[in-house]
């Protein structure tokens, strides 16, 4: 059976390799052949938007080796769950960018945690730009995929996300449709606020393996539609004309009989899948080999069962294997 090619997308960049979300991670997985890569983001107490995996940045930065913030870690609750740490809200874009960048697995990445420090946090505007220049340094059209992380939240705060991409994307020219722009999210609501503003993307849903969205949870309570039923044909029947496609976690692919990917291609929808790790710890059990989390598994005949669903495009960590086995 011939393997389709999807799109090969760099997860924050290449996290394989380098601190995630950081310059080096975006061009390098540029130069290891992606056809787009993912930036997550947040905001700032001023209102700049910064790439950061969540708004809780004591995993991914040196915040709490700075004893001028010693004072700014706090408690909060972000979509229901309590974290303990320093948050992108209660900073400004000035304070934040005299933080460097840290691996946030550096148990199992510890070649990646070797670059810890060396970078400052990136900025929306400075991944577009990168992306733009990259394009044309490579001599390919390269596109974005835009994660926008706890929309409702930021929303609850007084600081609506959705207003201020709109006009990001915008002022850095990305709002014209040149280079491939893809909007995600795990709730949709934020993405139907992007939409109204005719910001030109392609919308996809982000599904978790369990749980409900928070926006609807937050919504409808303990009747909020859960994540599962989204992805049976009557709920994406009810995603038509909506969203353009679904990205799902990668073990709702994984599990026998699945048709996901069918279903969704017979409603018009692209289906993305995340993340393509090659390290034992985030395998399937049946695809763990010897050597430790860290070690590479059998990852090719994990991905081989992703790639055989006929899926659109992945999520990778380390893009060069993602390039030379998804278009292998």
Same mark, same amino acid.
């Given at each position: 059976?011939?393997?389709?090619?999807?799109?090969?997308?760099?997860?924050?960049?290449?996290?394989?390799?380098?601190?995630?979300?950081?310059?080096?991670?975006?061009?390098?997985?540029?130069?290891?052949?992606?056809?787009?890569?993912?930036?997550?983001?947040?905001?700032?107490?001023?209102?700049?938007?910064?790439?950061?995996?969540?708004?809780?940045?004591?995993?991914?930065?040196?915040?709490?080796?700075?004893?001028?913030?010693?004072?700014?870690?706090?408690?909060?609750?972000?979509?229901?769950?309590?974290?303990?740490?320093? %948050?992108?809200?209660?900073?400004?874009?000035?304070?934040?960018?005299?933080?460097?960048?840290?691996?946030?697995?550096?148990?199992?990445?510890?070649?990646?945690?070797?670059?810890?420090?060396?970078?400052?946090?990136?900025?929306?505007?400075?991944?577009?730009?990168?992306?733009?220049?990259?394009? *044309?340094?490579?001599?390919?059209?390269?596109?974005?995929?835009?994660?926008?992380?706890?929309?409702?939240?930021?929303?609850?705060?007084?600081?609506?996300?959705?207003?201020?991409?709109?006009?990001?994307?915008?002022?850095?020219?990305? *709002?014209?449709?040149?280079?491939?722009?893809?909007?995600?999210? %795990?709730?949709?609501?934020?993405?139907?606020?992007?939409?109204?503003?005719?910001?030109?993307? *392609?919308?996809?849903?982000?599904?978790?393996?369990?749980?409900?969205?928070?926006?609807?949870?937050?919504?409808?309570?303990?009747?909020?539609?859960?994540?599962?039923?989204?992805?049976?044909?009557?709920?994406?029947?009810?995603?038509?004309? *909506?969203?353009?496609?679904?990205?799902?976690?990668?073990?709702?692919?994984?599990?026998?009989?699945?048709?996901?990917?069918?279903?969704?291609?017979?409603?018009?929808?692209?289906? %993305?899948?995340?993340?393509?790790?090659?390290?034992?710890?985030?395998?399937?059990?049946? %695809?763990?080999?010897?050597?430790?989390?860290?070690?590479?598994?059998?990852?090719?005949?994990?991905?081989?069962?992703?790639?055989?669903?006929?899926?659109?495009?992945?999520?990778?960590?380390?893009?060069?294997?993602?390039?030379?086995?998804?278009?292998?």
């Amino acid at each position: 059976m011939p393997r389709n090619s999807p799109l090969v997308i760099g997860h924050r960049g290449a996290p394989g390799y380098r601190p995630e979300h950081t310059r080096s991670s975006y061009e390098l997985a540029l130069a290891m052949g992606v056809d787009a890569v993912e930036p997550d983001v947040v905001a700032t107490k001023d209102g700049v938007l910064i790439v950061r995996h969540e708004n809780e940045i004591s995993g991914t930065t040196d915040v709490a080796q700075h004893p001028e913030f010693a004072d700014r870690k706090t408690t909060k609750r972000i979509d229901g769950e309590a974290l303990t740490g320093w %948050f992108t809200e209660d900073f400004t874009w000035d304070e934040l960018s005299t933080l460097r960048s840290r691996e946030r697995l550096s148990d199992v990445r510890p070649s990646s945690a070797s670059f810890d420090g060396a970078q400052p946090i990136l900025r929306l505007v400075d991944v577009l730009d990168i992306v733009r220049e990259g394009s *044309s340094e490579h001599g390919r059209e390269i596109g974005v995929v835009l994660e926008v992380k706890h929309a409702t939240y930021f929303t609850s705060i007084g600081m609506p996300l959705a207003p201020l991409i709109a006009a990001e994307l915008r002022a850095a020219g990305w *709002s014209e449709g040149q280079l491939p722009l893809i909007v995600e999210s %795990f709730e949709s609501t934020v993405l139907g606020e992007l939409r109204d503003r005719g910001v030109p993307a *392609s919308y996809v849903y982000l599904i978790e393996a369990g749980g409900s969205p928070y926006d609807l949870v937050v919504t409808h309570g303990m009747h909020a539609p859960t994540y599962a039923a989204t992805v049976t044909p009557r709920g994406l029947d009810a995603l038509i004309g *909506s969203v353009d496609g679904i990205s799902v976690d990668k073990k709702m692919l994984l599990e026998k009989g699945n048709t996901i990917v069918a279903d969704a291609h017979a409603r018009g929808l692209t289906v %993305f899948t995340w993340t393509c790790r090659p390290e034992n710890r985030f395998l399937a059990k049946e %695809f763990r080999g010897a050597g430790g989390k860290e070690a590479f598994g059998d990852y090719e005949a994990e991905w081989d069962v992703i790639a055989r669903t006929g899926v659109d495009g992945v999520f990778v960590d380390h893009p060069d294997l993602g390039v030379a086995f998804f278009r292998g």
